[in-house]
């Protein structure tokens, strides 16, 4: 059974740092991409970053120069490292597993999605 589990979230003022964690298991993990969304309420899923079994990252631009997306192959866990934050990165974050999928910020070609981890931002 494939499993994703996000951690890490929390209450943070504007301006800090947060790292999250996506613990996978069910799957050989050296054979997804893997990627990180966002969702505040009322608005659509909104993708944040990518990266390949290999490490090849994408970025939103939103998050471009504040968001660090890296992967332990070891450990089955993708991390998310989040500094500069900012009210508007208020949102529940989702990781996603794409199998042998090229980076893509589109979230229907994602097969396994986590439970979310609520990432609040106080101004």
């Known amino acids: 059974q494939v499993q994703l589990g996000e951690s890490g979230g929390g209450l943070v003022q504007a301006g800090g740092s947060l790292r999250l964690s996506c613990k996978v298991s069910?799957?050989?993990?050296?054979?997804?991409?893997m990627g990180w969304f966002r969702q505040a309420p009322g608005n659509e899923r909104q993708f944040v970053s990518a990266?390949?079994?290999?490490?090849?990252?994408n970025y939103a631009d939103s998050v471009k120069g504040r968001f660090t997306t890296s992967r332990d192959n070891a450990k089955n866990t993708m991390y998310l490292q989040m500094n500069s934050l900012k009210p508007e990165d208020t949102a529940v974050y989702y990781c996603?597993?794409?199998?042998?999928?090229?980076?893509?910020?589109?979230?229907?070609?994602?097969?396994?999605w986590g439970q979310g981890t609520q990432v609040t931002v106080s101004s």
């Open positions: 990266i390949t079994w290999g490490g090849n990252t």
């Open positions: 996603a597993g794409r199998r042998f999928g090229d980076l893509t910020s589109t979230p229907r070609d994602y097969n396994y």
């Open positions: 069910g799957v050989t993990f050296n054979y997804y991409t």
